[in-house]
């Protein structure tokens, strides 16, 4: 019978399997077969159910302590382990399993990717004998940079900021080519996921009075007029164009995410002059005119340079004669390894994961050439602009603003 339960888990039958399982646990009480125990964790596993997996797992090595030695049950502990946050508990059992089955290098990668996810200590020696390990492994899945900028992050840590600097910048330099045509990201996923880096939530939070300052920037700088249309390019929830909405007749709101221009549509309900457009400003024109378009905190989510070329010719082509365009919020790429520099020697104060999260935004941000944007600009020949509010953040990223005025 427990062939058929694997049968229907190898189909992605979990229903069926979880049904047939502890049928055969039922009628086997109370001398349940450990096997079915364990497809039953498994199963609680694929169905994201990590509590009550290792809830089962501790039931059986209440009973049978031994079964810590076996590969499928540890597999399943220590992910769920893993998955819900604790990985000093999923990094012992990896660094067992992998005591178990030598051969699968997997479980050594997984050892590095708890101690940094969980701020677990990690020293460049360890960590270079985990990497000699890994070695084939590493190259086999094109891992490479990834474990040279873990090296980098360490050194960093431990005060060596030359020897980081040198072993990082290379892959960064390559990361941020404004040349390449096609966007790469050297986001370090394989050992530490990341929430979304950009967008108006993330940057302000709760934060109204930064809202409303910069909204009073915005609208100094657009020179709104209640007769204006506006466009807000990349809106996500609406927190500019409510206030847009305040000051003009008539407002749109354009997000490439259609999940986020569904937020916007219920955040913004009782707002009757705002419309709701799905777009990716990238890939296509707006299919409208305005005389006033705003797109804040867009750039640095785009991937290559010819993505932002497509924005600008886009941008320009929704604009009547006379209307103004802000582009606000971009990162200048003259800055981007004064950022690194800064990332790094900030590194011995904080935690690991820390420095790693602040590499992967550095690593996955959109940076601007400013005299190629210039240059692009002035082969449209469709009007004048200025480089404006030219700052420099905690980070050390230089940012700044981007004003087209049409002919």
């Given at each position: 019978m427990l062939v058929g339960v694997v049968n229907l888990l190898n189909e992605g039958n979990l229903a069926g399997a979880e049904q047939e399982v502890r049928q055969l646990i039922a009628d086997a009480n109370p001398n349940v077969p450990i096997d079915a125990l364990i497809l039953l964790a498994?199963?609680?596993?694929?169905?994201?159910?990590?509590?009550?997996?290792?809830?089962?797992?501790?039931?059986?090595?209440?009973?049978?302590?031994?079964?810590?030695?076996?590969a499928q049950l540890c597999r399943i502990l220590a992910f769920s382990y893993k998955s819900l946050g604790k990985y000093e508990e999923a990094e012992k059992i990896y660094r067992r399993l992998a005591a178990i089955v030598p051969e699968d290098l997997?479980?050594?990668?997984?050892?590095?990717?708890?101690?940094?996810?969980?701020?677990?200590?990690?020293s460049l020696t360890e960590f270079d004998s985990l990497s000699a390990q890994l070695k084939d492994y590493i190259h086999e899945l094109g891992l490479d940079h990834n474990y040279k900028k873990i090296r980098a992050y360490l050194l960093a840590r431990s005060g060596r900021i030359g020897e980081a600097l040198e072993e990082y910048l290379p892959a960064f330099r390559e990361s941020i080519s404004p040349h390449k045509e096609k966007g790469e990201w050297y986001g370090l996923n394989h050992v530490l996921s990341s929430d979304s880096i950009l967008g108006q939530s993330q940057r302000f939070g709760s934060n109204l009075v930064a809202v409303d300052k910069e909204f009073a920037y915005i609208r100094k700088t657009l020179r709104l007029a209640k007769a204006d249309s506006v466009v807000d390019v990349g809106g996500a929830g609406g927190l500019f164009a409510e206030r847009l909405s305040k000051y003009v007749e008539k407002v749109t709101l354009t997000d490439r995410s259609p999940e986020l221009v569904a937020a916007a549509q219920n955040n913004l309900k009782s707002s009757m002059n705002i419309n709701f457009m799905v777009s990716d400003i990238t890939s296509q024109g707006l299919g409208l005119t305005f005389d006033k378009i705003?797109?804040?905190?867009?750039?640095?989510?785009?991937?290559?340079?010819?993505?932002?070329?497509?924005?600008?010719?886009?941008?320009?082509?929704?604009?009547?004669p006379g209307g103004r365009c802000l582009v606000s919020n971009n990162y200048d790429i003259s800055s981007a390894e004064m950022s690194v520099k800064h990332a790094f020697e900030k590194a011995a104060q904080e935690p690991l994961r820390w420095l790693y999260k602040t590499m992967f935004i550095a690593e996955n941000v959109f940076w601007i050439d400013i005299p190629l944007l210039e240059s692009m600009i002035r082969e449209l020949d469709v009007g004048s602009f200025k480089i404006l509010n030219m700052r420099l953040g905690q980070d050390k990223r230089r940012m700044f603003d981007l004003l087209i005025t049409k002919y």
């Open positions: 498994e199963i609680h596993r694929q169905k994201g159910e990590f509590v009550q997996a290792v809830e089962v797992i501790h039931h059986i090595l209440n009973q049978h302590a031994a079964y810590l030695d076996n997997s479980s050594l990668a997984s050892v590095i990717e708890c101690k940094i996810a969980g701020n677990l200590t990690l705003l797109m804040s905190s867009v750039t640095p989510a785009f991937k290559s340079q010819p993505a932002l070329q497509a924005a600008i010719h886009n941008l320009v082509s929704a604009l009547n």
